[in-house]
C-alpha cells in the first residue's frame, strides 16, 4: 500500500523560501510522474508542479514558475519542492500525488506566508 509523507512546511514572510519533501514508500516512485498541489482556505486543490518519470522534464503553474522548483530523487524515493520568492497567495497545505489514478492523500504540509 502506497503511503505518502509530506513535509518541510511552515510559516515565512514575503519573500522567503521554504523546501518541501514527499516521501513515498510502498511503490518504485522511477516509474511515475508525480506532482505537487496545494489547497488554499476556501479553494478547490490545484496542481502546481509536476515532474515526468520519463525525463525528468517539469510543468509549474504560471502562479509559480520562475519562483518554485521541483526535482526527484528515485533512491530516496522523494520528491522535492523548493519555495523561493514566496508570496502571502502561496499560503496553502501543500500535497504531493501521481497525476492520475490518485493514490489516497497524504496529510499534507502548511505553508504559510505572511508579514
Known amino acids: 500500500q502506497v503511503q505518502l509523507v509530506e513535509s518541510g512546511g511552515g510559516s515565512v514572510q514575503p519573500g522567503g523560501s521554504l523546501r518541501l519533501s514527499c516521501t513515498f514508500s510502498?511503490?518504485?516512485?522511477?516509474?511515475?510522474?508525480i506532482g505537487w498541489f496545494r489547497q488554499a482556505p476556501g479553494k478547490e486543490r490545484e496542481g502546481v508542479s509536476c515532474?515526468?518519470?520519463?525525463?525528468?522534464?517539469?510543468y509549474y503553474a504560471d502562479s509559480v514558475k520562475g519562483r518554485f522548483t521541483i526535482s526527484r530523487d528515485n533512491v530516496q524515493n522523494t520528491v522535492y519542492l523548493q519555495m523561493d520568492s514566496l508570496k502571502p497567495e502561496d499560503t496553502a497545505v501543500y500535497y504531493c500525488?501521481?497525476?492520475?489514478?490518485?493514490?489516497?492523500w497524504g496529510q499534507g504540509t502548511q505553508v504559510t506566508v505572511s508579514s
Open positions: 510502498g511503490i518504485p516512485l522511477q516509474y511515475y510522474t
Open positions: 515532474i515526468s518519470s520519463a525525463d525528468g522534464s517539469t
Open positions: 500525488n501521481k497525476v492520475s489514478n490518485l493514490w489516497p
